[in-house]
């Protein structure tokens, strides 16, 4: 665990887990994909391990080797496949309770905030309408130049932020933060407020490991790191 004591310059965190709960059900999200592909490849693929985008994306180019307009077709529905399932789940979301607290309580310290996320800032907006206000940096997947866990999402917000990677902390509910913050050359936190326990962190030593956002909030005060 990291024991250092100098100040943090910049805590930038994931949204859908981590500051908020947004049922979002990535399962069902690629069985329509694989639905859909079936469409344009003439046999329904089958769903892995591989995020939703990147899957939808891979079985793009497959489409497009055997036409590109079809393949452009497949990503443009695809697409809109999981923003509306994306929109559909921030409508039923809600923000954690503290949220707000936390990243208030950053303010005072003199912590740059900011988040980073593969989701749509429509979505987040329906769920933090003013999310602007507790941050400086927000970098939804529309705006990045490429989505987490590639280091250039998370250097987008530090940059911003006129923050050093190294004295920065990724914090996020799913392992893929934890590798972007390790990608990144930042310090990573994990949060289990998501769908993923303390188990499922192990193997990847994140920095600090709490239950949510407000309890790594007096971890961080207590390693003098705020």
Do not use: C, Y
Request: charged share 30%; hydrophobic share 45%; proline share 7%.
């Amino acid at each position: 665990m990291e024991t250092r004591l100098k100040k943090l310059d910049a805590i930038i965190f994931d949204f859908d887990g981590t500051l908020a709960d947004v049922p979002l059900d990535f399962d069902l999200m690629k069985t329509r994909i694989a639905a859909l592909g079936e469409v344009f490849l003439g046999e329904r693929p089958v769903p892995g391990t591989t995020p939703a985008l990147e899957w939808l994306e891979e079985l793009v180019q497959q489409a497009m080797e055997w036409d590109e307009d079809e393949g452009k077709e497949f990503r443009s529905r695809g697409q809109l496949v999981i923003t509306a399932m994306e929109l559909d789940a921030a409508r039923e979301g809600r923000l954690f309770e503290f949220t707000r607290p936390a990243l208030e309580l950053l303010r005072e310290r003199g912590v740059a905030a900011g988040v980073i996320t593969r989701n749509i800032t429509p979505a987040v907006k329906t769920v933090f309408p003013d999310i602007e206000k507790f941050i400086r940096a927000f970098v939804p997947r529309e705006d990045a130049v490429r989505v987490k866990p590639d280091p250039a999402h998370l250097f987008q917000a530090l940059d911003r932020l006129g923050a050093d990677p190294a004295n920065s902390l990724m914090v996020g509910d799913h392992p893929m933060d934890v590798i972007t913050a390790k990608n990144g050359g930042a310090l990573a936190a994990a949060v289990t407020s998501g769908r993923i326990g303390p188990e499922g962190f192990a193997e990847l030593e994140p920095d600090f490991l709490a239950p949510d956002v407000g309890q790594l909030m007096t971890l961080l005060e207590e390693a003098g790191r705020l």
